[in-house]
C-alpha cells in the first residue's frame, strides 16, 4: 500500500498511527502465529474511519485491547504505554486458588505485587479470598484502569444477596 495513498506520512515514512494500524491489520490476517482468532471491527479497514475513532497514536503508545480475549473493535481499543500493556496480558501460572497475586506461605496466604519492576508484599491474610481482596486494591492503586482484578465468586455473591435484602426493606 503506497504512503501516499492514506495521506498519513511524515516525509517518505508511514505516520506512528498508521503503522500500528497496518499492524493491527496484519495479525487479524492471520499472518503472526498467536492471533489466528482475533477478529476486526470491518469499519477500521478503512485507515480513515479507525484514525477518527481512535484519534492519533500518543508517543511511546500502542494500540492495546482492554479484553486480551475480544478483538479490535472501539469498545475494546485504547491507547497504552509498553508498561501499561504488561499488566493487561493473560497470566499464564494458575494456582491451584485461580487468584493472581496470591500465594501460600505457611498456614496463611500472602498478596503480593510488582511494582516498577520490583515484587511488594500487600500483606497477609486468613483466605486467599481476602488476599485476592488486598491485591485487587494494590493493582487498582498502582495500576489504575490497566490492573487485572481477580473475580471473587464469594464476594460477589455476599453482595448480590445484601443489596436485594437493602432493596426489599
Not at 52 to 69: A, K, T
Request: proline share 5%; aromatic share 12%.
Amino acid at each position: 500500500m503506497p504512503c501516499t495513498k492514506h495521506g498519513h506520512t511524515i516525509g517518505q515514512r508511514k505516520s506512528p498511527t498508521y503503522e500500528s494500524w497496518w499492524a493491527m491489520i496484519t495479525r487479524c490476517r492471520g499472518y503472526q502465529v498467536g492471533y489466528e482468532h482475533l477478529d476486526l471491527d470491518p469499519r477500521w479497514k478503512d485507515f480513515q474511519i479507525f484514525l477518527e475513532e481512535m484519534g492519533e497514536r500518543p508517543l511511546n503508545h500502542s494500540i492495546d485491547r482492554i479484553d486480551c480475549d475480544r478483538g479490535y473493535w472501539p469498545d475494546n481499543c485504547r491507547w497504552a504505554t509498553a508498561s501499561q500493556q504488561q499488566w493487561n496480558k493473560k497470566h499464564m501460572g494458575v494456582t491451584d486458588h485461580g487468584f493472581t497475586g496470591v500465594q501460600r506461605n505457611f498456614k496463611n496466604w500472602q498478596a503480593m505485587l510488582q511494582v516498577h519492576g520490583k515484587r511488594k508484599c500487600l500483606g497477609t491474610f486468613p483466605s486467599p479470598e481476602l488476599a485476592a481482596m488486598a491485591y485487587n486494591r494494590g493493582a487498582r492503586k498502582y495500576h489504575g484502569e490497566f490492573a487485572k482484578q481477580n473475580v471473587i465468586p464469594e464476594l460477589d455473591y455476599y453482595r448480590r444477596r445484601t443489596t436485594d435484602a437493602t432493596a426489599t426493606r
